[in-house]
């Protein structure tokens, strides 16, 4: 009955996250790669992020947005400091220089909310082959191989009860 519950919170957790960082969703769950924003976000961390009407933004509020670099486009997330017709102006609290571009309210995919502490290092794990065998592989073949030995003691105790009549 435990290993049931346990499975089930497993799966209904896997579903709410699924449904969370799903296309359909504008709720985003962004890993941190860097450690431009420490000690408020590190890259430990895992940052949620929502649609904001960019109008709304003020200076001090954490962004996320794209940005293209040598040709490959990446997110960042870093605070806003300075506002203009233009867009934003944003610098990494660990950094020295602002940023030496403008954000324009396009490249914005949300706005910070808050962090899920240490998530982000679970998630780096999972996405590496011995962390697939370990989270996924290794749990999965034990669900199955339970459930074929309770599958098997089924179909064993139904073919005595007929062996007895």
Known sequence: MKKTIVVLIVVLAAAFFA?????????KILTVSGNSMEPVI????VVVVLPSD???LEKGDIIAYKHEVEGKEFLFTHRIVDINDDGFRTKGDALDEIDPYIVKPTEIV???KFKIPY???FIRFANTTPGFVLLIIIPAALIIATEIKNIVRI????SKKKEEI
């Open 119 to 121: 998530l982000g290092t």
């Open 19 to 27: 449904i969370m960082v799903s296309p359909l969703s504008s709720v």
């Open 110 to 112: 949300g706005v910070f």
């Open 42 to 45: 590190s890259e430990k961390d």
């Open 54 to 56: 960019y109008a709304q």
């Open 155 to 158: 179909w064993y105790s139904k």
